[in-house]
């Protein structure tokens, strides 16, 4: 078992900056990849930034240039970097690690971009 718990979250202007982070606890061992994703209501889930287990980036269009994300292997942790944030940014973000063959869940951390 894996557990994630994402904090961070929360009310920014449009051009804010926000950072995201996932705390991952359990049997991490061998995790294939960390990923964000993130869902608005009424639209599927979208991945927005993620590791593969090479340790290659990849970024969804929509927020390439504006989000990075990051790791930290003793803390256990993936960050995600927001700036430049706009109000389609607006959504809940959920951390994603998949162990084969299993995927795991964070709960969530709600992002909302607005004046």
């Known amino acids: 078992q894996v557990q994630l718990v994402e904090s961070g979250g929360g009310l920014v202007q449009p051009g804010g900056s926000l950072r995201l982070s996932c705390a991952a606890s359990?049997?991490?061992?061998?995790?294939?990849?960390m990923d964000w994703y993130r869902q608005v209501p009424g639209k599927q889930r979208e991945l927005v930034a993620g590791?593969?287990?090479?340790?290659?980036?990849n970024y969804a269009d929509s927020v390439k240039g504006r989000f990075t994300i990051s790791r930290d292997g003793t803390k256990n942790t993936v960050d995600l970097q927001m700036n430049s944030l706009k109000p389609e940014d607006t959504a809940v973000y959920y951390c994603?690690?998949?162990?084969?063959?299993?995927?795991?869940w964070g709960k969530g951390a709600l992002v909302t971009v607005s004046s």
């Open positions: 994603h690690a998949y162990k084969s063959p299993m995927h795991y």
């Open positions: 590791f593969t287990r090479g340790g290659s980036t």
């Open positions: 359990g049997s991490i061992f061998s995790i294939n990849s």
